[in-house]
Structures are given as C-alpha cells and as structure tokens.
C-alpha cells in the first residue's frame, strides 16, 4: 500500500508565493517520476510540472518561470514552489508519482489527495 499526502495551499494574493509538498509512504521500492497538476473549475486537468528519477524536468508553458519543482529522494518527496503567483493559477493542484511497489516490484501510478490554490486580492 502506498499513500500520497500533500500539504501546502491555500489563499494568496496575485503576486505572492506558495510552496505545495507531497509526501510518499509505504511499499515503495522505488520512485520514478514525480509530478504536479491542476484542474480549475469547467476545465481539464493540466501538467503543471514533472520530475524524472534523472533528467531534466518539464514545465507547463503557462507557469514556466514562475513555478519550481524539485524531489528529496531520501524523503520520498516532491515540491513546487510557486511565486508571481496568478488569478488564472487558481486550482486543485494534485501531486503524482509512479512508484515500483516493493511488494510485487510492479510499477503503478499514485495520486494525492488535491490541494486548493486560490489567487485572489
């Protein structure tokens, strides 16, 4: 069993900084990627940003600049830092990660639980 915890969010004027964490516990054997995205009301899910075991990361083109993802990979955690934050990044953000299970080495994709971002003055 793995579990996905996010922490982080919350309401923030255009402008200011947020900092989102996403924390993996359980059977994990290994993880591979890690990742955010968001889903604002009436629209589709979007990646926000991506984090490979090794390689460079990815960015959506809407917060590219603006947003940072990193990993600690001994806490089995992934960031993202988001500044210049705008009305338009409102959303449920969602962190997720593909981990190899320890139990059966098979390798499945996790998600958490979603996080409220609103930016609003």
């Known amino acids: 069993q793995v579990h996905l915890v996010q922490s982080g969010g919350g309401l923030v004027q255009p402008g200011g900084s947020l900092r989102l964490s996403c924390a993996a516990s359980g059977s994990i054997f290994r993880i591979n990627a890690m990742g955010w995205y968001r889903q604002a009301p009436g629209k589709q899910r979007e990646l926000v940003a991506a984090i490979p075991s090794g390689g460079t990361t990815k960015y959506g083109d809407s917060v590219k600049g603006r947003f940072t993802i990193s990993r600690d990979n001994a806490k089995n955690t992934v960031y993202l830092q988001m500044n210049s934050l705008k009305p338009e990044d409102t959303a449920v953000y969602y962190c997720?990660?593909?981990?190899?299970?320890?139990?059966?080495?098979?390798?499945?994709?996790?998600w958490g639980q979603g996080t409220q971002v609103t930016v609003s003055s």
């Open positions: 997720t990660t593909t981990i190899v299970v320890t139990a059966t080495l098979q390798t499945r994709e996790y």
